[in-house]
């Protein structure tokens, strides 16, 4: 008789369990979006939203900084964002600089109205944030992580995902922060 027979179950491989455990999260994750109401309209909607929110974000850190700062001056482009500003299809961008120093985002839509391939919360925007000075670029070490405007249970918020240290957490004014501090 062999031990599998004996202990009443198969040994399953550190790879199965793997296999096995990816599955599962995508099929929470299309659980999680088809649950979402995909109403193209309301999409539409979350998307114009998220644009103009994730501009106030980047605008009130940019506010909160130039208002401790005794000389240099952070600047933000676009200075304003009207939800219409927002383009689909199509790339958005804003920027926050302060003396060659730049924190560029870059977002769109997904394909689909909503996605969950990139990231395992549904999102209805995605995005890249790069942050890099002078000496950075001429060393091709720009700092990158993803940004997606996330929306599950009734709620809708902008995440950010580093793929080098896979931290995730919410773009907020502290994120921000951190990303700009070694530019300097």
């Known amino acids: 008789m062999s031990d599998r027979t004996k202990m009443g179950s198969p040994t399953v491989s550190m790879s199965s369990d793997d296999a096995i455990a990816r599955l599962a999260r995508q099929i929470d994750a299309a659980r ?16 114009r939203q998220g644009a103009s929110g994730l501009h106030r974000i980047c605008a009130e850190f940019v506010s909160s900084m130039n208002r401790n700062l005794s000389d240099a001056v952070l600047e933000i482009s676009p200075s304003q964002y009207a939800q219409e500003t927002f383009r689909e299809p199509g790339i958005n961008l804003i920027q926050i600089s302060s003396q060659g120093r730049e924190i560029q985002i870059a977002f769109e839509a997904p394909p689909q109205l909503v996605a969950t391939e990139k990231f395992l ?14 000496r950075m670029l001429e060393r091709f070490e720009i700092r990158s992580s993803l940004v997606f405007f ?19 957490g ?3 004014h502290e994120w921000l922060a951190r990303l700009m501090e070694p530019l300097f």
Request: negative net charge; proline residues 2%.
């Open 121 to 134: 919360v549904p999102y209805v925007l995605e995005g890249e944030v790069r942050a890099y000075n002078q």
């Open 150 to 168: 996330c929306v599950e249970a009734g709620t809708a918020a902008w995440r950010f995902f580093d793929w080098k240290t896979r931290h995730t």
């Open 170 to 172: 919410s773009v907020d």
């Open 32 to 47: 999680k979006t088809e649950r979402f109401l995909v109403d193209a309209g309301e999409v539409a909607t979350l998307r």
